[in-house]
């Protein structure tokens, strides 16, 4: 059972942590090389981006962080060798309703099927609702990204919306699902 | 080609700012109008800085936010606004958002007429291939519109909203370009 | 799906301000590479400059319409040269560009890599119906590199480029999705 002694941010494999604004931009600028990455990622057309620009992302992107107080954004960091490989994001977060989108990304096809998605999900999960105390989290995919939708599944995400063909991809359109998981429900779980 | 901009009981037109900030400041001091409307909190905001806001989003055309006045063509009146929102051009799918300010247009089918007019634009000018929208399901007049126009629905997002200490929620509804065609 | 950006002979990348600068700053030192690939007057500007561009585009980050890529070679990996692709999303149809700086890679089916590369990025990506480009007459080696991806001449304009005292006439191609996807579907 989790209490207030529990770490938040320590996981068994991954930690979370902050950008690290001279190193992390080059490891993203590979990422997004990737166009396989950029597809289970993105529903925007794959772009690769140089470093230089990822930097000033950061820079914006912290930015936001401190104004906006709708958004937490958390490095994914291998625990033995402190290198990055992905990112955990609450976003869109209204307060009065209790709400936030949740996206996670491992950016090397070397660092899926590890288990490592599952372990930022679960602290992800924690965050948001034990400590942002929110009401709901919800989560999209297409429908493609099969290991996002079963990732979801596992923790109890329910598919609520199936908008219909709404994007188009190599050479056919296809769904994108809404999820949703309440508070309740996650922590009937735990 | 004819007007693709005029229905049979509303026609759409360019925003005039200063016109626009007046009319939306007074129709937001009617909550049940901005709760109708807007998933954040119920605000008041001076039609001085609507205004501002307005002039921004006019003086530079957007590739991707195409906004419109709603009046009505008994009297020319303006009642309320329309746009899409945000538009994905490579998934060519645009999001839609409308809303009638003054209460005795509501309930006599000019939400429904004034977006079958956009439903037009979206589909036959922009060429967009999917028309999506969110509606809260504490408004059952605005579902039952746009079910009239052809919108199916997709879903919705459980609990989403906080009202009077109840919570509702949010119903996903789209429109594909070729169920238009055969409507 | 498919591997967006890696073809049989290059890939698409995007490279940092100052590798992009360092290389500018070189090939257009080569006019003859210049006239190929541009309409305006050839030009030679400071390394300085050229870099302030391209990091003012790193702080502004890509706009929707317009699309580029550095290409590098598989084997070597080495930076060659640059594809851009100017997009009308209302119209479903983009302009592309595309340039190799480095002299030894000219004629050896670079250019037809990264072309295809590109249709299949554009037509499968950005889901558009209709990739365009011109080109100068006095580039065969060009025309002749976009008809094997597919691409048809559709006209001319005549004498609409002057160079060393002589005009030529400017070609203009396009290729529409469904001509792509039956020539993918033939292989």
Redesign the interface.
Known sequence: MFDIQTQLFEGQDIRFGPIDHEKDPGVE?KW?????FM?LME???????????I???YEKLEKQVEEDKNLYHFMIRAKVDDRLIGKAVIQWI?W????GFIRIGIGASEDRRKGYGTQALRMLLRFAFAELNL??V?AAAPE?NEGAIALLQKFGF??????????????R?WDLY?F?L?NDEWRNQA | MRDIFTGRLVRLSAIDPEEMSKAFARWNRDSEFTRLLN???TRLNSSKAIQKWLEKEVEEPSPTDFFFTIRSLDEDKLIGGLGLDGI?W????AFIGIFIGEREYWGKGCGTDAMRIILRYAFTELNV??V?LGVFDYNPRAIRSYEKVGF?H?????????HEGK?WDIL?M?I?RDEWLQL | ?????HGELVR??????ETKAKAEVRWQRDTEFHRLADGDAAQLTSEKKIKEW??K???D??KPER?S?SVRTLAENQYIGSLGLWVDWIHSEAWVGIAIGEREFWSKGYGTDMMKLCLQYV?????IERLSLGLHEYNPRALRSYEKCGFRLEGRTRKDIMREGKHYDSLWMGILRDEW?QIQNGD
């Not at chain 3, 698409?12 to 301000?17: A, H, L």
């Open positions: 600028s997004t090389h990737d166009s396989e597809r529903t925007s057309p794959a772009r690769p981006m140089p470093a230089a620009m930097k000033k992302q209204e009065t309703n209790g709400n009401f709901r919800s493609y329910v598919q609520e919306v199936c908008r219909r063909k709404a994007l188009e991809r190599d050479g359109r809404i949703g309440l | 998933m954040s909190v994905d490579a998934a060519r799918e291939w999917r999506s199916r997709e879903g919705r997002m459980r609990q989403y909203l906080n919570r996903f789209g594909q | 799906m498919k591997d967006l950006f698409f990348t995007f490279e940092e301000p391209f990091d585009q790193a702080e980050g890509f699309y890529f037509f499968t990506e950005l889901c996807l």
